[in-house]
């Protein structure tokens, strides 16, 4: 019976399941992420082959990235119906087979068509793995094992980003996605063998509609209405700037190779980087000042990056990666300390927020691009200015 009861323990960092969790977790994460951003910097290529316009073919972005709006609230509902682990091996394994797909679409709508289906199922990692972290690890060691999750969020983007580039250069798209799909199967099953069972899940019978009130509660908080905001306003920007920043690089006055562009992907290390020692100071003088200071980071970051030379470009965009991501994590703690119940619903607007941002930022600005190039693109930074001043923030922490 003891034994029993020790085998119930949540997990800790002594125990060999801990880090079969989180190398689980962060290859899944990895590979989901990698997907979702692999076609960023290949949205030139897909102009090029199709006769699209830079605007459309933001769609295998954004039309992705809408899909993982949906798969997060149809998944997150089924995960606590049907249990964690699962949603997130199901999502795996159906992630690289719309990889191995893709190369076979006949047209660029059957492209999109397949990234919409792809992007509903991307979402059963983000929609289970912190419920289930939160349910199996310890939670004086939780801090440990999240931020090695949400590192990989960040590595994992970078990943497809300076990958994807770089191998399309040398050889061509469907090249990528075929060596991602093998990464992704590969990763999916290792999660299979990796992945101890959920010992602490316990199936609900709650009704939908139950658990749907006690998401739509927080939107009656104007606080949480606020950060929402915040996450919609700086993902636009950011997503701006990344989604488009290929097509200015191969201009004038830079006329850059698809090899060297994916290269400047590699700013994403300073916002892996500058989170955690954000957070540090935070506990000093408070969260809101640092997500004041990040979203400041950015805008400097901006800046750099609308003048004419290289350096001040990748100057701009380490700033705009280490500000975004410092804000970000800012405004996520925010919503996880000032929710009194129902945290994992306030969590989950919060990244409904942040994906939505995702995809305005990745088509509904290519208008701007269209028609003012970076200059139009960047005039977001000015929204993101006036708002953020205006916005009520919270006077206590």
């Not at 795996?92 to 047209?107: H, M, S, V, Y």
């Not at 004086?140 to 969020?153: P, Q, R, W």
């Not at 705009?320 to 410092?326: L, P, W």
Request: proline share 4%.
């Amino acid at each position: 019976m003891e034994a029993v009861q020790k085998n119930r323990q949540p997990y800790t960092p002594g125990q060999s399941e801990f880090w079969r969790v989180t190398i689980a977790l962060m290859l899944a994460s990895l590979s989901i992420f990698s997907t979702l951003y692999v076609f960023q910097p290949l949205l030139p290529v897909f102009t090029d082959q199709f006769q699209v316009s830079a605007t459309e073919s933001s769609l295998l972005m954004s039309a992705c990235v809408i899909a993982m709006v949906v798969g997060l609230f149809i998944l997150g509902f089924s995960a606590d119906r049907y249990g964690r682990a699962a949603v997130m091996k199901v999502s795996l394994f159906i992630t690289a087979g719309t990889l191995i797909l893709l190369p076979f679409t006949p047209t660029f709508g059957w492209m999109v068509v397949v990234r919409f289906i792809q992007g509903f199922f991307l979402a059963g990692i983000p929609a289970a793995a912190m419920g289930y972290l939160g349910a199996e690890v310890a939670h004086k060691h939780l801090g440990l094992a999240m931020t090695l999750y949400i590192s990989s969020n960040a590595l994992g983007g970078m990943g497809g980003r300076v990958v994807g580039g770089y191998v399309t250069d040398l050889f061509n798209w469907q090249s990528t996605l075929y060596i991602f799909a093998a990464f992704g199967l590969l990763s999916a099953l290792l999660f299979l063998v990796l992945f101890p069972k959920e010992r602490f899940f316990e199936k609900t019978d709650q009704a939908i509609s139950d658990d749907l009130k006690g998401m739509l509660v927080h939107l009656k908080s104007r606080s949480m209405l606020v950060l929402f905001m915040m996450g919609v306003l700086l993902q636009i920007v950011f997503t701006a700037i990344w989604t488009y920043i290929p097509f200015h690089l191969q201009g004038d006055p830079f006329n850059w190779s698809l090899k060297w562009i994916a290269f400047t992907y590699f700013a994403y290390v300073f916002g892996v980087l500058a989170p955690p020692l954000a957070g540090r100071v935070s506990d000093v003088i408070g969260l809101k000042k640092v997500m004041f200071t990040g979203v400041t980071i950015l805008i400097v970051g901006a800046a750099l990056s609308a003048l004419p030379s290289g350096t001040f470009v990748l100057v701009g965009l380490s700033l705009i990666c280490m500000g975004f991501f410092v804000a970000h994590s800012m405004a996520a703690a925010l919503v996880s300390k000032s929710a009194t119940h129902h945290k994992s619903g306030a969590s989950g607007f919060y990244l409904i927020s942040y994906y939505l941002g995702v995809a305005i930022g990745s088509t509904a600005i290519g208008t701007l691009w269209e028609s003012y190039q970076w200059t139009g693109v960047l005039s977001v930074t000015l929204l993101l200015i006036i708002l953020f001043i205006f916005l009520p923030l919270y006077k206590d922490e």
